[in-house]
């Protein structure tokens, strides 16, 4: 069965643009969290879909937003982009469980912001 | 302050030691997780415990919810478990989950 994969792996953006993530949970998971994990304040919770609904979302500005589609995939967009969102975005599926312990990660999508 | 607290933040030590790494938390939560990150940025799931002790190989984790407290231990370490390990908690409140900062374990063979 495939892993979890995220497109792109790796992403250079100028301050001020857009960026859209894009996730593929493993077949037949329909829980999809997003984490951002960076040097300083390691992972951080974004938000969690499940079967289309956003479930729970962390303590981050409305720049940052993410859908799921009807086939589990996920998208996370971050608009006008700051210095401070260059990261490495991790994303997560499951069959259904919100817990971290029952996630599986893809590899990652890290984003440089100059 | 955050929230969950991890110690040490790096770690090196001889193949074969013994490795404690310690995790201690302010908040209510359900189940803590051990999360192990390798170089790479790939996340494996190495525990989930909300009571007494759980063990998977070399790997044990124990947890004392009165002292809000969790140990990973790793018995013979070996340099493949040269990681990050991590700690998680999802918090009874609001079921947000928080991180610890992460400890950086490098095994010298």
């Known amino acids: 069965k495939a892993g979890v994969t995220q497109t792109p792996r790796y992403l250079i953006k100028t301050r001020g643009q857009q960026v859209t993530l894009s996730c593929s949970p493993i077949s037949g998971h329909r829980s999809v969290s997003w984490y951002q994990q960076t040097p300083g304040q390691g992972l951080q919770f974004l938000f969690e879909y499940f079967s289309e609904t956003q479930r729970n979302k962390g303590n981050f500005p409305g720049r940052f937003s993410g859908r799921q589609f009807s086939n589990s995939r996920s998208e996370m967009n971050v608009s006008t982009l700051e210095l401070g969102d260059s990261a490495l975005y991790l994303c997560a599926s499951s069959l259904a469980s919100r817990y971290v312990g029952e996630q599986y990660f893809g590899p990652g999508t890290r984003l440089t912001v100059t | 302050k955050n929230e969950v607290e991890q110690s040490p933040q790096n770690l090196t030590a001889q193949e074969g030691e013994f490795i404690t790494i310690n995790c201690s938390y302010s908040v209510g939560i359900s189940a803590l997780h051990w999360l192990q990150q390798h170089p790479g940025g790939g996340i494996v799931s190495l525990f989930m415990?909300?009571?007494g002790k759980k063990k998977h190989g070399r790997l044990i984790a124990t947890i004392n919810i009165q002292e809000k407290h969790s140990s990973l231990h790793i018995t013979a370490s070996h340099p493949r478990d040269s990681a990050v390990y991590i700690c998680a908690a999802p918090q009874n409140r609001d079921d947000k989950i928080i991180f610890g900062k992460g400890t950086r374990l490098h095994i010298l063979p």
């Open positions: 415990l909300s009571s």
